[in-house]
């Protein structure tokens, strides 16, 4: 039943007559509590919260698979805007961008060129950029791209999926760069052919990988909401001596607060993924597919006024 709603809902996170629809509510949705708003400015208040509470945050401006060479110029402008807004105030927070958004699927120079833009705006104000990991068939463009940014900036990382059987050999030729790594457990619908399905055998990979990149000594986050990944990581720092200033745990806005707080309180370094912007709808069906019971975090912010 599960693999059933979740096949259901990654189905249905493709379909843009229904993106198209859901972008006509987004500003009901946008009040509710698995995005920061509308745009970015409605987002410093919840920075500003978590961060007094300790908490770190990245915000992504939502939008992907874009192929109109206009809109990825102005998602890049946006991205670049959202720094220099983060620059002139004082919340902690770094970006988080998806290169399908910026053109990657028109062509690589485009992505490319969008990206060195956003990446000189950055390192000027020290800002981390992530560049998030989409499916399976942008991941060699992604890896190959980030290759290159990274030999050129150095405040910009990227994410390795626990799920594809090609993560292990990617983390270790992404070794040479010290790279800052998301790792996750990956979040799109990918055929057995490339990706473990089974809920055990991406666990065991997720483990292989927080050993390897904490192991290389390279800044490491990661990103689930499960207790069991969160418990193992705890229990492998500990037992090896990895200083808390080499790893941070990130889960996603509005998602599993109260553990959000207690790592924080155990010392731990938590980064919040904050969303924004009115293109929502792909990324709340991949969190309905992980998780049906989050349409309740939807339906409080359609009905809150
Ligand atoms: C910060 C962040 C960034 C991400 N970036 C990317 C990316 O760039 N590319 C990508 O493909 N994916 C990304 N993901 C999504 C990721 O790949 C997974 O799809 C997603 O995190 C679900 O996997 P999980 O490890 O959280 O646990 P799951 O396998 O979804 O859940 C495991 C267990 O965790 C508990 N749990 C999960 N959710 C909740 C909840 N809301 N409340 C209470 N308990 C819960 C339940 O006990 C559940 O059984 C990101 C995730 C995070 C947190």
Redesign the pocket.
């Known amino acids: 039943m599960d693999a059933l709603s979740r096949d259901f809902f990654l189905f249905l996170s493709k379909n843009r007559g229904l993106n198209f629809m859901a972008k006509r509510w987004g500003k009901s949705l946008a009040t509710g509590n698995i995005i920061g708003g509308i745009d970015f400015e409605s987002c410093i208040p919840h920075i500003e919260q978590l961060n007094k509470k300790g908490i770190q945050v990245?915000v992504d401006h939502l939008g992907e698979f874009v192929m109109d060479e206009t809109v990825a110029r102005e998602r890049t402008q946006e991205c670049i805007r959202t720094i220099q807004t983060i620059a002139t105030n004082t919340i902690q927070t770094q970006v988080?961008v998806k290169l399908t958004s910026l053109g990657l699927d028109i062509s690589q120079d485009l992505a490319r060129e969008n990206m060195q833009k956003i990446l000189e705006v950055a390192s000027k104000h020290q800002v981390l950029v992530t560049i998030?990991?989409?499916n399976e068939s942008r991941c060699e463009a992604t890896l190959e791209l980030f290759r290159e940014l990274k030999e050129q900036y150095d405040l910009v990382g990227t994410?390795i999926?626990a799920y594809l059987y090609r993560s292990e050999e990617d983390l270790a030729q992404l070794d040479d760069l010290s790279p800052f790594i998301?790792l996750?457990?990956?979040?799109?619908k990918e055929s057995a052919q490339v990706a473990h399905t089974e809920?055990a055998d991406i666990r065991e990979n997720f483990k292989q990988l927080i050993k390897r990149q904490l192991n290389s000594g390279h800044y490491t986050?990661v990103?689930?909401?499960?207790?069991?990944?969160v418990d193992f990581t705890k229990e492998y720092v500990r037992s090896q001596g990895i200083p808390k200033d080499q790893f941070e745990f990130?889960?996603?806005y509005g998602?599993?607060t109260k553990t959000q707080q207690e790592l924080k309180d155990e010392g731990y370094n938590v980064?919040?993924?904050m969303p924004y912007g009115d293109d929502w709808y792909g990324y709340f069906m991949?969190r309905l597919a992980?998780?049906p019971s989050?349409i309740s975090f939807a339906l409080k912010g359609l009905t809150k006024k």
Request: aromatic residues 8%; charged residues 35%; positive net charge.
């Open positions: 990245t988080s998030d990991m989409e994410v999926q998301r996750v457990k990956g979040a799109y809920k986050a990103a689930t909401h499960d207790d069991y990944m990130q889960m996603l998602m599993r980064r919040i993924y991949r992980e998780k989050n």
